[in-house]
Each structure stands twice: as C-alpha cells, then as structure tokens.
C-alpha cells in the first residue's frame, strides 16, 4: 500500500521559501498513470490544490492563482517529491498535504492516498 510523509520545516519567516518534501514508499512515483500532488488547508477553508507532477515528460500543473510562486519537482533516485513556494506571507499558513492523484474516467481526478499533512506557520 502506497504511503506518504510530508516533511519540512514548521516555521517560515515572510518573503522566504517555504520547501517540503514528499517521501513515498510502497509505490514509485515513476509509476504511469499517477500525479503527485500538493495540496493546503488555511485555517476556515478548504482544501486548495496547489498543484501536481508526473512522471512522464517530467510535467507539471499548478493552480492559477499560486503559479507564479510554485515549483514542483521530483527525485526518483529518492522516491520522492518537492514543493518550494516562494515570497511566502502569513496567508500562506496551513496545513500542507501530498497526495497521488490519479486520473479516472470522464476526466476526473482523485487523490486516493495522502499524506498526515504537516503545519507551516508564516510568521517572523
């Protein structure tokens, strides 16, 4: 069964970077087919898609309203995948989740197994 970790610091100070890692196990993130995603929750709302990498063609898709700020990135020889959101503010505070995605039928898409999620606070 696929699992995922989130890791990274808790604690970003305005303007900077804030970076996570998604360390995966039981599963490839080279498999076909599957997305690796990055997903929030800020406090009082709801989840917020931030955006997703495959492995094939090394593509990525990210929401418009983040784009400008976001990089996502993987590391195969590590299973894993990053997040680096730049210029950070406090609105950037959340709980911060990854997530495979996989793309289903109609073009829908569903994220099957997440990570616990980790908090980052934007504070200085």
């Known amino acids: 069964q696929v699992q995922l970790q989130e890791s990274g610091p808790g604690l970003v100070k305005p303007s900077q970077t804030l970076s996570l890692t998604c360390t995966v196990s039981g599963g490839s993130i080279t498999t076909n087919h599957y997305y690796w995603s990055w997903i929030r929750q800020r406090p009082g709302k709801g989840l917020e898609w931030i955006g997703s990498?495959?492995?094939?063609?090394?593509?990525?898709y990210y929401s418009p309203s983040l784009r400008s700020r976001t990089s996502i990135s993987m590391d195969t020889s590590k299973n894993q995948f990053t997040l680096q959101l730049t210029s950070v503010t406090p609105e950037d505070t959340a709980v911060y989740y990854c997530a495979r995605t996989g793309a289903g039928a109609e073009g829908r898409y569903e994220s099957d197994s997440w990570g616990q999620g980790t908090q980052v606070t934007v504070s200085s």
């Open positions: 990498i495959a492995y094939a063609g090394s593509n990525t």
